[in-house]
């Protein structure tokens, strides 16, 4: 009789919950009800149906994953807006917590470091200052993804960032003009989405690439501007390029960054360019990295007929 009610009791009991879990819903209810809505807990967990002034079920996978990662002072804010975000896009033509059908919506979007909260949204950096933003949507109309949707899906963060790449690289190609910038011959690449930046690691689809990359200024989600690093003339394209950002930013609207960036093997790196005011001048003060003034040297010790891979960009 002992070896079968041991037997039966494996069979009817469910074993325990995490603590973790069972605090976590508790929170979601009272969030919940403070939202106006009524909820109910499915039995794996998985999903939590609000019922109110609308119905809307709540995947919890995602959201659980993120409440792993942080500690339990973020869970009020976190679960919140959660919540929250839910409601505000239960009207959206998509799920955004199932990869089947959002992975052809994936886009990035290169936002400055300093604007975003890393717990809100899905990215990398870029650059130094830049950071590459995952987003869902249509056309124009895009979002960030927030990482407790990423968190529902069976890839990773940095996957869901490479497919969304690779959207962006199918959907358009950049029209490719040359540009004078008093002097410097540049190439300005511009798309009509916001997604421009993306084609940077693919430059080398645009134009030849010299084994020592290419000045980058980034003044607009959808316009990058290249000068090749051929010759010691880089350094007039650097105030010519950071002037011409700057300018383009100034004028207002959808702008990104006034600063020039240095673009080699497949990594983007800031050359700070700052523009100070002194006894009634202004001037650029240029402060290269390590790296680059070692280009730059080379550069300047190179005889004026040796170019590298392409020609004169200056």
Known sequence: MRLFRRHRDRKTERPPRPVEEVDLDSLLALVADSLGYACAFAPDGGTLTLSGPRRVVVRLAGLRAEARRRSREDWPTLVSEHLSHTLAAADEPFDACDLAQVRPLLRTRVRFGDDLEPARVVGRHLAADLVEVLTVGHGTVRRPVRPEEVGCWPITPA?????????????????????????????????????????????????????????????APATMVVHPVETIGVVRAIERMRLFAQRECDRGGDT?????????????????????????????????????????????????????DGGDGG
């Open 159 to 219: 996957q869901a960032l490479e497919e969304a790449l690779a959207n962006a690289h199918r959907e358009e190609r950049l029209t490719v003009t040359e540009s004078d910038l008093g002097g410097v011959a540049a190439w300005r690449l511009s798309g009509t989405t916001v997604s421009a930046a993306a084609h940077l690691r693919r430059l080398e689809h645009y134009m030849p690439l010299p084994a020592d990359g290419a000045l980058v200024a980034l003044p």
């Open 256 to 308: 990104l960054s006034p600063q020039v960036y240095w673009w080699r093997d497949g990594r983007l790196t800031l050359i700070r360019a700052d523009l100070v005011s002194q006894d009634g001048q202004t001037r650029l003060v240029v402060a290269p990295p390590k790296d680059f003034a070692k280009v730059l040297a080379a550069l300047a010790t190179r005889p004026s007929g040796a170019r590298g």
